[in-house]
């Protein structure tokens, strides 16, 4: 079992970046692919970037390509996601996930963070 515990959500105008970090608990976090969700008022939560194992693949929902990068750090046991060129449509509050497969596009993860707000004013 994983404990995840995300941070550094926060208000930002748009055009600028934040760096959200997601800190896993137990000794086998490099045995977990990692995902980031959000979920926006009155939204269903959404895909936002998925990363293997050791990093070597990722994915990322279209709306994010070119703006958000996800890595990990297993030396940490941490999952970043870099976001840069934030939109007001990029609010919300945003979840990281574990799971032992590796699910490029689904939110069938078994472990759940609590997710930190993003504010992206306009």
């Known amino acids: 079992q994983v404990q995840l515990v995300e941070s550094g959500g926060g208000l930002v105008q748009a055009g600028g970046s934040l760096k959200l970090s997601c800190a896993a608990s137990?000794?086998?976090?490099?045995?977990?692919?990692m995902g980031w969700f959000r979920q926006a008022p009155g939204k269903e939560r959404e895909f936002v970037a998925a990363?293997?194992?050791?990093?070597?693949?990722?994915n990322y929902v279209d709306s994010v390509k070119g703006r958000f990068t996800i890595s990990r750090d297993n030396a940490k046991n941490t999952v970043y996601l870099q976001m840069n060129s934030l939109k007001p449509e990029d609010t919300g509050v945003y979840y990281c996930?574990?799971?032992?497969?590796?699910?490029?596009?689904?939110?069938?993860?078994?472990?759940w963070g609590q997710g930190t707000q993003v504010t992206v004013s306009s």
């Open positions: 137990g000794r086998t976090f490099s045995s977990y692919a």
């Open positions: 990363i293997s194992w050791s990093g070597s693949r990722t």
């Open positions: 996930a574990a799971d032992h497969r590796y699910l490029p596009n689904s939110a069938e993860y078994d472990y």
